[in-house]
């Protein structure tokens, strides 16, 4: 009797304690993710610096917005976040974070662009409307394919962005600043306030 009580206490306790672990290890792996986009907001604000205050486009001839500020990061995990399901190191899959193709690709002008009908020329720091509120980089959505959400865009669903951390997405934001925002909370395509966050 006194070993079936101690094994009713034990597991009692784990039940108790298992919610606090994984309670922890989350807060845990948010802070890492927070931490991550800090450096990577730090790399691309060193990269406008050098480049005249133009930002890397999201893709272009074969390179995509990561390596063209690889040089400003000294450890390519910051790419990865915690809590990312999938990773396969080597491919885009492996990048857990998506930049902000709707501020940083420019749309179709007349006479179209060089590449895919687009204006490839960067976007300059002085076009962008509100930079504590522009979004630069965001959680991207978990994706078990073999390339990852790269980049994110003002979808009318927001289904690129993804409730990572406790039902939200930490974003650093253009001026630098990272914050974490309730995925419902953040404005879709044609929003009131759309075009503070997307620049569009």
């Given at each position: 009797m006194e070993l079936l009580a101690t094994i009713v206490i034990v597991g009692l306790l784990i039940a108790i304690l298992l919610p606090v672990m994984r309670r922890t290890r989350e807060n845990a792996s948010a802070a890492m993710c927070v931490n991550n986009l800090r450096q990577i907001g730090i790399a691309i604000t060193m990269y406008v610096d050098d480049h005249d205050f133009k930002f890397p486009l999201p893709s272009f001839d074969g390179t995509n917005w990561y390596q063209y500020i690889d040089p400003y990061v000294d450890d390519r995990e910051v790419f990865n976040c915690p809590s990312y399901k999938y990773h396969t190191y080597g491919s885009t899959n492996y990048f857990s974070y998506g930049y902000n193709f709707t501020a940083f690709a420019r749309?179709?002008?007349?006479?179209?662009?060089?590449?895919?009908?687009r204006d490839t020329s960067a976007v300059d720091l002085n076009e962008i409307i509100s930079p504590s509120q522009c979004i630069m980089v965001v959680d991207g959505r978990n994706m078990?394919?073999?390339?990852a959400t790269v980049t994110i865009r003002d979808r009318r669903k927001g289904d690129e962005y993804f409730n990572r951390h406790f039902g939200g997405s930490n974003i650093v934001f253009v001026d630098g600043h990272v914050k974490w925002h309730r995925v419902s909370d953040i404005p879709k395509k044609n929003d009131q306030d759309a075009r503070f966050w997307w620049n569009n």
């Open positions: 749309r179709a002008v007349m006479g179209g662009g060089p590449v895919g009908g078990e394919e073999s390339w």
